[in-house]
């Protein structure tokens, strides 16, 4: 049974910063792409960034030069650095690898 353990949500400030972690095993973490997802009330799923087992970054467009991933190998960890955060970004915040996904964290950003 793969699980993936989010942690770092919560309640911020518009312009504020918060910080997303996913752990998960060393055997499918290491050699797979892994990603972020965000749900809002009432919108579909929508993929926000996503790192490859190189490091290579990619992001949506709503959060290019805001958010930042990562992925730290020896940890089996990835994370989600968010700065300049705004209401729209207020949201559930998934992990993913291949078909795994976490259980989800809030991120909430009052304005």
């Known amino acids: 049974q793969v699980q993936l353990v989010e942690s770092g949500g919560g309640l911020v400030q518009a312009g504020g910063s918060l910080r997303l972690s996913c752990a998960t095993s060393?055997?499918?973490?290491?050699?797979?792409?892994i990603y972020w997802y965000r749900q809002a009330p009432g919108k579909q799923r929508e993929l926000v960034a996503g790192?490859?087992?190189?490091?290579?970054?990619n992001y949506a467009d709503s959060v290019k030069g805001r958010f930042t991933i990562s992925r730290d190998n020896a940890n089996n960890t990835v994370c989600l650095q968010m700065n300049s955060l705004k209401p729209e970004d207020t949201a559930v915040y998934y992990c993913?690898?291949?078909?795994?996904w976490g259980q989800g964290t809030q991120v909430t950003v009052s304005s």
């Open positions: 993913k690898i291949l078909w795994f």
């Open positions: 790192i490859t087992t190189a490091g290579i970054p």
């Open positions: 060393r055997s499918i973490f290491s050699s797979n792409a």
